[in-house]
């Protein structure tokens, strides 16, 4: 039996792992004790637990630092992903320039965005900073800035721990901190990478866990050719959010609800989604066969960015579309979608019932396309430019690159496109599990046992290794 060290960060890590049982097999065969961020203390799933060690916090100011610096990496790193430019302009304000505009109207916007840049530099020095002459120095002003988050490493010493393991977006202070604090007392660290695009869209490490846990192929290629790591050192098990949809499949007791309904699911990312309803009313409009009556249910995403338009749904402005009631219901209590929010987790047991009710998922370039794609449905996509925001388009989304493969899985490059894509759609038509599953598995790998067992063998083979 080990002892090992669960650091949670973030309240999404809660729902992510510890809602999710990815932790119990660890739990049954070895000692098992959690740490978690200061903002986490009212959190049930912790403090109801005698697996919590203790609280630690973060200076805001140390915070800031470690963003720059992960900055800085991406920006020197660009050219092995191109979705590291894409996060350099939403950061810098350039995704809020709008595309459509003529020539006038651009320089005006793009003088607005210098000009308010003053008031925010540091993303406009970034560039600056990361470049060949100044990047040696600015980099180790910074590292040498950085000070060891005490509180965190004596948690950590607090027990002689075999295995420390921590959830991150591949660009937070926390694993870097573990990290460094793994190394310093010799204890092998595991990274479990939490979304799909965290690999191409953040930065690159400059403190490298010993191992990392990605969602499938995909990732683990992008471990070894953007990050460095070694292909004994990236292990690709899937992700503890995604085994209900598997399962679903599976359990024949719960009956398919008898209205079929066109699911819209909104992206993080800005885009003018209300508009893009619109769009797809209309082209409903004009459809003959399986879509003809079918009414459209729109789930925005949880924590929208800022927006160029207005975002909120208005029902009455639509005749086939209704809001999603968990998402009505969050609004209703004084839910804010934005990307600022922690109020609104949503329950991830809510997910495969929405999937399993619709016929066709549709919106803009998100994770919940690739859902979709996994509880079987035919997906469309939405890659075509809004005509308000500049990056709207595929072009810097570099996860989505393959997609097409899965059966059922379009990609709207055109608006023009949407109505025949629809008519295209395989509604009605069983999208074979063996095929879908054979390709998305490069996108995230379906395990035979569930997550719990496939981390605790992953856990199990850095520590008694040898």
């Known amino acids: ?35 978690a961020r200061d903002h986490l203390a009212e959190t049930p799933e912790l403090t109801e637990n005698n697996l919590l060690l203790g609280f630690y916090s973060i200076e805001r ?5 470690h963003q720059l610096l992960f900055d800085l990496f991406m920006w020197r790193n660009r050219r092995k992903s191109r979705t590291f430019l894409y996060r350099w302009m939403r950061n810098s304000g350039w995704d809020m320039v709008a595309a459509s505009s003529g020539l006038t109207r651009k320089i005006r916007a793009i003088l607005r965005w210098l000009i308010g840049g003053t008031r925010h530099p540091v993303n406009l020095l970034v560039p600056l ?35 420390l393991i921590f959830p991150s977006s591949a660009a937070d202070s926390t694993s870097v901190e573990l990290t460094r604090i793994g190394q310093k007392q010799n204890i092998p660290t595991l ?99 399986p879509l003809a009556d079918v009414p459209v249910v729109y789930r925005p995403h949880p924590w929208q960015q800022k927006r160029l338009v207005p975002s909120t749904f208005h029902p009455d402005s639509f005749t086939r579309t209704v809001l999603d009631p968990q998402i009505a219901q969050a609004q ?41 794609a996994l509880s079987l449905k035919p997906v469309v ?11 709207t388009t595929r072009r810097y ?10 059966p059922g899985f379009k990609i709207c490059a055109e608006r023009t496109e949407l109505g ?35 981390l605790s063998a992953v856990a199990n083979s850095i520590v008694f290794a040898g």
């Open 1 to 35: 039996m080990a002892k090992v060290l669960f650091a949670v960060s973030d309240h999404l890590y809660v729902r992510n792992y510890l809602q999710t049982g990815a932790l119990s097999k660890i739990q049954q065969e070895h000692e098992l004790k959690i740490v």
């Open 61 to 65: 100011e140390m915070e800031k630092k």
């Open 129 to 163: 900073l990361a470049s060949s002459a100044v990047f040696w120095f600015s980099s180790r002003a910074l590292l040498h800035s950085l000070s060891p988050n005490q509180e965190l490493q004596s948690l950590v010493e607090s027990h002689k721990f075999d295995l």
């Open 191 to 289: 990274c479990l990478i939490d979304n799909w695009d965290n690999l191409s869209s953040k930065t690159v490490f400059w403190e490298k866990p010993d191992h990392l846990v990605v969602w499938g192929k995909q990732t683990q290629q992008q471990a070894l050719e953007i990050h460095g790591f070694d292909p004994s050192q990236v292990h690709p098990i899937g992700t503890p959010r995604f085994d209900a949809y598997f399962a679903a499949r599976e359990d024949h007791e719960v009956s398919t609800p008898k209205t079929r309904y066109i699911l819209f699911v909104g992206a993080a990312m800005p885009f003018d989604e209300i508009a893009a309803l619109h769009s797809l009313e209309r082209a409903l409009d004009e459809q003959r066969g």
């Open 332 to 372: 209703a209590s004084g839910v804010e979608l934005t990307a600022r929010t922690s109020r609104f987790q949503p329950n991830l047991d809510y997910y495969p019932d929405l999937l399993r009710g619709s016929c066709l998922i549709v919106g803009p370039l998100t994770t919940m396309l690739l859902e979709g």
């Open 381 to 391: 996509g939405l890659a075509y430019p809004d005509g308000v925001h500049a990056n």
């Open 397 to 406: 989304f570099s996860h989505f690159d393959g997609i097409e493969r899965i």
């Open 420 to 454: 025949r894509l629809l008519s295209e759609a395989r509604v009605g038509h069983d999208i074979d599990e063996k095929a879908s599953d054979l390709q998305s598995d490069f996108f995230v790998h379906r395990g035979k046992a569930p997550y719990s067992d496939r």
